[in-house]
């Protein structure tokens, strides 16, 4: 098994533009999220999925969207990007029922 | 460069000693404890994990202690390696929530 992929590893933004950013994992969990990490901060929810067709919002959810078509795919979508989105990205998943969640390496942002 | 951690507390350890990281955790209700091991560059590694109704719990050179009367959660590394060097965060999660709420982490340094 892979686990969680993350694509890009790196990406560059200029403030305004557009861009998606790619999670799979292919364990056949039913939880999926999204997380930024922060300087001095933890780990920070912004979406969430229990499953294909379903979506909820973290804690910190304006500004980026997601959608889960699949139980494999759950993307991330920042519309309009802005200077306070650089950050690095995690996604994460893990199985109904079972509390071990698992990372993917990461996507770093920059927004300038 | 790694952005993430600049402001983390750092424990400095001698190859070969023992390590204790400590978590204060905030929700009496939380149930359930996880560690993880970040490394530069990389998404957070699962290491151990506790439930409630448990004190202490072994892994391979880990071991985790629950305090639940202080709220208080450590991770002890014996033998520490240089490889042990990261950052290491707990996460917490309360029954019936899906929401993680996860440490800022300690910086492990292992000095050779």
């Known amino acids: 098994n892979a686990g969680v992929t993350q694509t890009p590893k790196f990406q560059v933004l200029k403030t305004g533009q557009s861009m998606t950013l790619q999670c799979a994992q292919d364990m056949n969990h039913e939880y999926m999220s999204w997380y930024r990490q922060d300087p001095g901060m933890g780990l920070r929810l912004i979406h969430y999925s229990v499953g294909a067709g379903i979506t909820d919002q973290g804690e910190v959810p304006n500004g980026y969207n997601v959608s889960r078509s699949t139980t494999e795919d759950f993307p991330l979508r920042l519309l309009s990007a802005a200077p306070s989105q650089t950050s690095v990205y995690f996604c994460?998943?893990?199985?109904?029922?079972?509390?071990?969640?698992?990372f993917g390496p990461g996507t770093r942002l920059l927004v300038l | 460069g790694e952005s993430v951690g600049l402001h983390l507390p750092t424990l400095s350890v001698q190859e070969g000693d023992n390590s204790i990281i400590n978590c204060a955790y905030s929700?009496?209700?939380?149930?359930?404890f996880i560690w993880y091991k970040q490394e530069s560059g990389k998404g957070p590694q699962f290491i151990i994990d506790i439930r409630s109704n448990m004190d202490k719990r072994q892994g391979q050179r880990v071991t985790v202690l629950l305090n639940k009367t202080v709220k208080h959660l450590s991770l002890q590394i014996a033998a520490t390696q240089p490889g042990d060097s990261a950052v290491y965060f707990c996460?917490?999660?309360?029954?019936?929530?899906?929401?993680?709420?996860f440490g800022t982490g300690t910086r492990l340094k292992v000095l050779a």
């Open positions: 996460a917490e999660l309360a029954p019936g929530t899906y929401k993680y709420i």
């Open positions: 994460a998943s893990r199985e109904a029922g079972v509390e071990t969640q698992y």
């Open positions: 929700n009496s209700a939380s149930d359930y």
